[in-house]
C-alpha cells in the first residue's frame, strides 16, 4: 500500500465527540451522579437532632 491509501486512524476524542447518542448519555450521566453525590454529602453533614 502506498502512504495515500493507507487507513489512519481516528483519534479517541474524535469518535467520541462525533457520536452524539454518547454526548446524550454523557451529558445527562455526569451530572446526575454528581448531583447525587453532593446530595449525599450534604445529608451526612447535617447535624442529629437530640
Known amino acids: 500500500m502506498s ?8 483519534p479517541l476524542m474524535q469518535r467520541v465527540l462525533d457520536n452524539p447518542f454518547l454526548l446524550l448519555f454523557l451529558g445527562v450521566t455526569i451530572p446526575a451522579v454528581l448531583y447525587l453525590m453532593w446530595g449525599l454529602i450534604e445529608i451526612t453533614q447535617i447535624p442529629v437532632a437530640d
Do not use: A, N, S, Y
Open 3 to 10: 502512504d495515500g491509501e493507507r487507513e489512519e486512524r481516528i
